[in-house]
């Protein structure tokens, strides 16, 4: 089974397209579309916070909903469907949107309002839930105990989340360089973090 669902703007999730699911069907598959950044400085200008941050092995798992339409108005300007008859055969709705939170201990500030030794919460798309494992195609989930480079969206009542699943993370060798996922082609190179992170 697969799930397809666009995201507007930075993260923020639009549209949810679900086939009908089928009760054995343990997997679903989601489909997002992400803003692609062509180099260095782009990421950090989209990003509203630029962190070097290791996990610390504490995940939970969360859900986002869409917004129901009020099913109680009766103004037809408000709710277009006010007085229709419930079609029997309108599919059901589909499965929640699920992220998994980790929490992220700030090694280095170079964008943004954090401080170093703060443990901030990163939301992916994703998880297990109920039994049924989540999962966003062709995306590296973050790692425990692994240190990244992550550039990121935050929200004042929900966890920061990734400005694009694999470009906005870069693993931090033990040599102190950027290694970009294997789906990112922009590189990243520590001239480039001095020079954008003096900027800030």
Not at 106 to 116: E, H, P, S, T
Not at 118 to 129: F, H, M, N, S
Not at 159 to 183: D, F, I
Request: charged content about 25%.
């Amino acid at each position: 089974m697969k799930a397809r669902m666009r995201r507007l703007g930075v993260v923020a999730l639009a549209v949810l397209f679900m086939s009908a699911c089928a009760a054995e069907e343990k997997t679903v598959v989601y489909a997002a579309d992400y803003p692609a950044y062509d180099s260095a400085d782009a990421l950090f200008a989209g990003a509203k916070l630029v962190i070097e941050g290791r996990l610390t092995g504490t995940k939970h798992v969360m859900t986002e909903v869409e917004p129901a339409d009020d099913e109680t108005e009766t103004d037809p300007q408000l709710n277009p469907n006010a007085g229709a008859t419930p079609d029997p055969a309108t599919p059901p709705a589909g499965p929640p949107t699920v992220m998994t939170v980790s929490s992220v201990e700030v090694l280095k500030v170079r964008k943004g309002l954090a401080r170093v030794g703060q443990v901030i919460q990163v939301k992916e798309l994703g998880g297990t839930l109920d039994g049924v494992t989540y999962e966003e195609q062709d995306a590296t989930p973050l790692k425990a105990g692994v240190t990244y480079m992550l550039f990121l969206e935050t929200y004042p009542d929900s966890p920061a989340s990734l400005l694009n699943p694999e470009q906005a993370k870069y693993v931090v060798t033990s040599a102190g360089t950027y290694s970009a996922m294997p789906e990112n082609p922009v590189k990243l190179e520590d001239t480039d973090v001095q020079r954008l992170s003096a900027k800030d």
